[in-house]
């Protein structure tokens, strides 16, 4: 009799199980909101926790971005964002460690500013513009200027990184500026950072990496090029790769590895400190806890220490703003830009505002009709390389004389709303539907185990 409760019991158990797996699937399997433009980028910051996937090139060059605390995932579907500039962080603030465990209350920008349990993939940064004022801890990086439990794979950037602090501790990354416990993958980076502390009285915590500034961040298949300036009156912790590798919070004895990587460039510093320690290396500045893996990597790096304290250290230093331009044009494989040279000294060029490719579109498809509220969408395929592209299309201006024209066109768009409000229905459907098949399983079961419960215990009684 028991057995036989038992079995009951089991075969119903694993029926629940079941009923459960199959619900996370459902979650799981929601398709990423799908990104065409510069305002559905902005939208993120509204739902930080979604899923996104990036259908459309987007220049940012009109926009300033408030880097977003993200913890959804972000594909960028080897699309590329543009002209990223970023003047402030983000709201929260996170705990970041010095070499001594002290601990900092700390501010962040980058695309986003905490990224955790997060994920970005495929995503390509192009004439990346971060330049932050601050006077808390702070720390700046392209993707990100925190990551925790987060995964950053297959992303290009190139950019043009700078902080100037008042404070005691801060950091500026090529990829990420603090973090730990996630993995930067098959990313490169070719980024000009530069770090200025403007205050002599703080013996401050200065961090720079060519991939990150400090933390524990596993790298694998990257490769780096960094031209980096770091003026500090404290401890310097400069990298071609990591500032410095500390394991956060003390105690912790994660395992990680850095392997396969490549750095080139050079860092230009001064530390401003009698008592020096001067960290610059190829790869990792400081190792505060080497419970890492290291192979397969190589360097060309060149540390440059400078010993005038006087002035701080830039890419440049003409100061007549005077510049040459030349526009290159975008192509169907690379975006547009143009090269500044200085005319003072006719050595210093930069490579700024990046444009869009340059396709041919001879018949574009519109996607979603325009209103008079709205901006529409369309689609056109290019005829040279049948690269996808979307562009939007403005909102519709009121004309008296087309108006047949018009409520043909609008037609078809009510009736694809009509259609889309009838998915929602149905998924909103199958969702209750599985919420109630859940409940009355949990109900039963729980009638079940009474059930049980009471046999045993009368059986029991009897056999005294
Ligand atoms: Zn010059
Ligand atoms: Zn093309």
Not at 95 to 110: L, V
Not at 232 to 261: E, S
Not at 411 to 434: C, F, I, M, R, V
Not at 437 to 455: E, F, K, R
Request: net charge negative.
């Amino acid at each position: 009799m028991k057995r036989k409760i038992l079995n009951i019991l089991l075969y119903f158990s694993i029926l629940l199980f079941l009923v459960f797996v199959n619900k996370s699937t459902v979650f799981a399997q929601g398709e990423p909101e799908k990104i065409y433009t510069v305002k559905d980028l902005l939208k993120i910051a509204d739902n930080p926790s979604g899923d996104y996937i990036l259908m459309n090139d987007l220049d940012l060059k009109d926009v300033e971005w408030t880097p977003v605390d993200f913890t959804g995932n972000f594909d960028g579907n080897n699309h590329a964002i543009l002209n990223l500039k970023i003047r402030s962080t983000s709201e929260s603030t996170r705990t970041t460690y010095d070499g001594n465990y002290k601990t900092y209350d700390t501010y962040f920008a980058g695309l986003f500013g905490v990224l955790e349990d997060a994920s970005v993939k495929n995503l390509t940064l192009m004439g990346v513009d971060v330049n932050v004022q601050k006077e808390e801890p702070c720390f700046i990086g392209s993707i990100a200027g925190f990551a925790e439990r987060s995964n950053i794979e297959n992303c290009k950037i190139d950019g043009t990184l700078r902080l100037d602090v008042k404070c005691k501790m801060f950091g500026v990354g090529g990829i990420v500026g603090y973090g730990g416990d996630g993995a930067i993958t098959e990313t490169s980076a070719i980024v000009t950072l530069i770090c200025i502390d403007h205050d002599r009285e703080n013996r401050d915590e200065q961090f720079m990496g060519g991939a990150y500034s400090a933390g524990y961040l596993d790298v694998d298949k990257c490769s780096i090029k960094i031209d980096g300036y770091d003026s500090d009156h404290g401890y310097v912790h400069d990298g071609g790769l990591v500032g410095m590798y500390i394991l956060y919070p003390l105690g912790n004895n994660y395992a990680g590895y850095i392997n396969n990587t490549r750095v080139e460039g050079m860092i230009t510093f001064f530390e401003d400190n009698t008592d020096r320690r001067a960290y610059c290396k190829d790869f990792i500045g400081e190792v505060m806890n080497w419970t890492y893996e290291y192979v397969g990597n190589s360097s060309d790096f060149t540390r440059n220490e400078i010993k005038d304290y006087s002035k701080d250290l830039l890419p440049h230093y003409c100061e007549g703003n005077d510049y040459s331009k030349e526009v290159i044009e975008g192509s169907c494989d690379d975006f547009g830009f143009t090269v500044y040279t200085c005319n003072e000294c006719s050595e210093y060029k930069v490579k700024a505002d990046y444009t869009l490719k340059n396709h041919e579109i001879s018949n574009w498809e519109t996607v979603v009709e325009p209103t008079f509220e709205e901006e529409g969408l369309a689609k056109g395929i290019c005829d040279r390389c049948q690269s996808e592209v979307y562009d939007i299309l403005p909102v519709k201006e009121e004309e008296i004389e087309e108006e047949s024209e018009v409520i043909e066109e609008v037609l078809p768009l009510e009736e694809e709303n009509a259609l889309e409000q009838g998915e929602a229905k149905t998924e909103e459907k199958d969702e209750k539907a599985l919420g109630t098949l859940l409940v009355t399983g949990l109900v039963i079961s729980l009638g079940l185990v009474v059930a049980i419960a009471t046999v045993l215990i009368r059986g029991r009684r009897k056999k005294r």
